[in-house]
């Protein structure tokens, strides 16, 4: 069936630093991608996505590139801030309209 | 819009006791899902609905029952609360059947947290 597997965290990180969480995916058929980010005590909130390979998701200086060749679709981030320290979950989606996620990483930065 | 909403935001069972944990989206939507989340695991879904009348498994269902009367509301049922149940419970909709398929994006409520003691 189908699996995400993302870095495990947590990982702590001081402002400005570069982020990158990796994301791998099993899946059959072409899936689409995403990246959810989840703020403390709150719900999930879409952050980026991606529908085919080669697309780039971006949204809040965030980016993630959809690469089929290596199934991976990392997130990454050129200069973190205080505010960006959340959990964030890769996941994917085929023909079923379900929702695969991964166990989500815990990324705090440090002023 | 309000969204999804959930209530309760918290709760506390005693084993065997039951309760509906409520979910209502205003945008129309035709899917709704409801997941669990355990600490240090993704969410996993526990029910969903294509629609009005219609629902169906996801991956951990077992222990509780939904269903889905209203395009809007979509109630999440626990008849014999155990303490394997303690988790954060999200509800979730998307537009599903319009066409964007699996592109189609989830919104999530704010969670309930519950806790089986």
């Known amino acids: 069936g189908d699996s995400v597997t993302q870095m495990e965290g947590p990982v702590t990180l001081s402002e400005e630093a570069f982020l990158t969480i990796n994301c791998t995916y099993t899946?059959?058929?072409?899936?689409?991608l995403f990246w959810y980010v989840q703020y403390p005590g709150e719900g999930l909130q879409l952050l980026l996505k991606?529908?085919?390979?080669?697309d780039k998701g971006s949204n809040k200086g965030f980016e993630a590139t959809y690469r089929k060749e290596t199934t991976s679709f990392h997130l990454e981030k050129g200069s973190v801030q205080v505010s960006d320290s959340a959990v964030y979950f890769c996941a994917l989606r085929s023909n079923d309209y379900k929702l695969s996620f991964g166990a989500g990483t815990t990324v705090t930065v440090r002023a | 819009n309000a969204g999804v909403t959930q209530t309760p935001k918290f709760r506390i069972l005693k084993i065997g006791q039951s309760m509906t944990l409520q979910c209502t989206q205003d945008m129309n939507h035709n899917y709704m899902y409801w997941y669990r989340q355990d600490p240090g695991m993704g969410l996993k879904l526990i029910y969903y609905s294509v629609g009005a009348g219609i629902t169906d498994k996801g991956e951990v269902p077992n222990g509780y029952n939904v269903s889905r009367s209203t395009t809007e509301d979509f109630p999440l049922r626990l008849e014999l609360a155990a303490p394997s149940q303690t988790s954060v419970y999200f509800c979730a909709s998307s537009y599903g059947s319009s066409g964007k398929g699996k592109t189609d994006t989830q919104y999530f409520g704010p969670g309930t947290r519950l806790t089986v003691l």
């Open positions: 899946a059959t058929g072409y899936p689409s």
């Open positions: 991606a529908t085919k390979a080669d």
